[in-house]
């Protein structure tokens, strides 16, 4: 059995992932917002067992409601599918998590007041962020 990935999904203003697998953010940690929703970014902080590096990892990001159904807009439901393909350098001893970084950045949302969750589901697992949005402003 392969060993499971770690995530932490964050909000935040703005994020940038980089090639060496750091994540660079301003404005991280928020959990309450007004609709439109400020433009922002989802940001996964991603480590990668050492056996699971040099294999593609499906990754799916998606905006869910209270009751766990995806939220579209008339575009369709909020989302990204991607994959994560971490690299293992020559020398890395075996057992050690290696960094990986992923940023989706969105402009304004028109939700309606309520909490939500974004969930990365990322080689199988599942982990999330959850926010409220209120009835006018935070």
Known sequence: MAAP???QVILCDAAVADASGKLHMLGAGWSL????????AVALLIKVPWDRTNQKLPLML?????DGAAVELTDGPIGVQAEIEVGRPPGVPAGI?????FTVGL????????RYQWRASLAGQLFSAFFTVLDGSP
């Open 5 to 7: 990935v770690e995530v």
């Open 33 to 40: 917002t007004a609709s439109p929703t400020s433009p922002h």
């Open 62 to 66: 998606e905006l869910l409601d209270a």
């Open 97 to 101: 998590m290696l960094d990986s970084a």
């Open 107 to 114: 402009g304004p949302l028109p939700l309606p007041p309520g």
